[in-house]
């Protein structure tokens, strides 16, 4: 069964440095991968996803993600953090079932 | 447009009583689904409805109950709410039919905080 795995819970950065939001897969084939964002007391927001092709996906707010398939791994990164980053971020995986998420990473950047 | 709107905002339930959790989408959608969100799990997956007239059973559906009443609604039901059951539930839905549509992506309500005494 496909899974995903955000090994941070918490990731802290100062406003302007880039920013990283980890997640590892397993799943059998080619992977569909998702990043997810949520706002405090807000449903998720889709911001990008990977299905085949270029490597780095590019999606909302600026964020962008690499796909590496010899690490498993769809990294969330944004060059420079605003403060109204600072949000829950889930990545999730789909492969003939509907999206399986990760647990969750807490972004806070500070000012 | 108002994509997907769930009801109600909030919910205190007593250990034992019953209610409905009602999901609805504008945007012509084939698939819904009904997630709960728990601190440190992530969302899981209850149910879902990969077309109308169509439900599957996802990681977690065990005292729950869901209907597609229609293309547009899909319903959330607890028969007899236990506290195990406090969590946020999120409605979802997506455009194509079916399990397999693997690119498909998902859209989300604002949620449901339901608590369970």
């Known amino acids: 069964a496909q899974s995903v795995a955000q090994p941070e819970d918490q990731v802290n950065v100062a406003e302007g440095n880039p920013l990283t939001v980890k997640c590892t897969y397993s799943v059998s084939g080619n992977p569909y991968l998702f990043w997810y964002v949520q706002y405090p007391n807000r449903g998720l927001q889709f911001l990008l996803k990977?299905?085949?092709?270029?490597?780095l996906v590019k999606g909302s707010y600026g964020f962008e993600a690499e796909f590496n398939k010899s690490q498993t791994s769809f990294h969330l990164k944004k060059p420079s953090a605003l403060v109204s980053d600072s949000a829950l971020y889930f990545c999730a995986v789909r492969k003939d079932t509907p999206l399986v998420f990760g647990k969750g990473t807490r972004l806070s950047v500070i000012a | 447009n108002a994509g997907v709107t769930q009801t109600p905002k909030f919910q205190v339930l007593k250990t034992g009583q019953s209610m409905t959790l009602q999901c609805a989408q504008d945007?012509?959608?084939?698939?819904m689904y009904w997630y709960r969100q728990d601190p440190g799990m992530g969302l899981r997956l209850i149910y879902y409805s990969a077309s109308e007239g169509t439900t599957d059973k996802g990681e977690v559906p065990n005292g729950y109950n869901v209907s597609r009443l229609n293309k547009r609604e899909f319903s959330l039901r607890l028969e007899s709410a236990a506290p195990s059951q406090t969590s946020v539930y999120f409605c979802a839905s997506s455009p194509l039919a079916g399990v397999s549509p693997n690119t498909d992506t998902q859209y989300f309500g604002p949620g449901t905080r339901l608590t369970v005494l």
């Open positions: 990977y299905i085949t092709g270029d490597n």
């Open positions: 945007m012509n959608h084939n698939s």
